[in-house]
């Protein structure tokens, strides 16, 4: 999910028994349109999802701020979704400050993961929100190997004879 669609999440767009999200997003582009996508929840999330509403007071937001009533401030979101990897041992170590992870790095990550485990575009597209040719281009880049792999499966050979025998 984008940053944005996961600070406007909703315990209404949250389906546990169905193992989904509903992703609301306007995106800079196309500020007037909202549009809706699902996304099919991992167990593991669907179980934290589970444990986080039970914990928490039941407010319309799934991360909120005062009692699960009001939407965190941006300072607030920018503290949680700004290095959150921090004093992990996932962090890189840099006393000069220089790798600065945050949110979107986990999501292009993600995509990037994907793609490496060669799932196709389409879903990768699909659980993304990608929308055009040039945002599905930026995770091809990691796979020069795999369009070698395309043009070498073809084969002119019919049940393993060539032609010319």
Request: net charge positive; glycine share 4%.
């Amino acid at each position: 999910m984008r940053r944005g669609e996961v600070l406007r999440l909703r315990w209404l767009d949250v389906d546990l028994e169905r193992s989904y999200i509903t992703a609301w997003s306007r995106k800079q582009s196309r500020e007037k349109t909202e549009t809706k996508r699902q996304i099919d929840l991992h167990a593991e999330l669907q179980q934290h999802l589970l444990e986080w509403r039970n914990r928490t007071a039941r407010g319309q937001l799934v991360i909120s701020d005062n009692g699960g009533r009001d939407p965190l401030s941006p300072d607030l979101a920018n503290r949680f979704f700004w290095q959150p990897m921090r004093h992990t041992s996932w962090c890189l170590k840099s006393s000069k400050n220089w790798f600065k992870i945050g949110f979107h790095t986990y999501r292009h990550s993600f995509a990037s993961n994907l793609a490496a485990r060669g799932v196709d575009q389409r879903i990768i597209d699909e659980f993304m929100g990608h929308q055009t040719q040039q945002m599905r281009q930026r995770y091809r880049h990691l796979f020069p190997k795999a369009k070698r792999w395309a043009i070498e499966c073809f084969s002119f050979v019919i049940s393993g004879e060539r032609e010319d025998e």
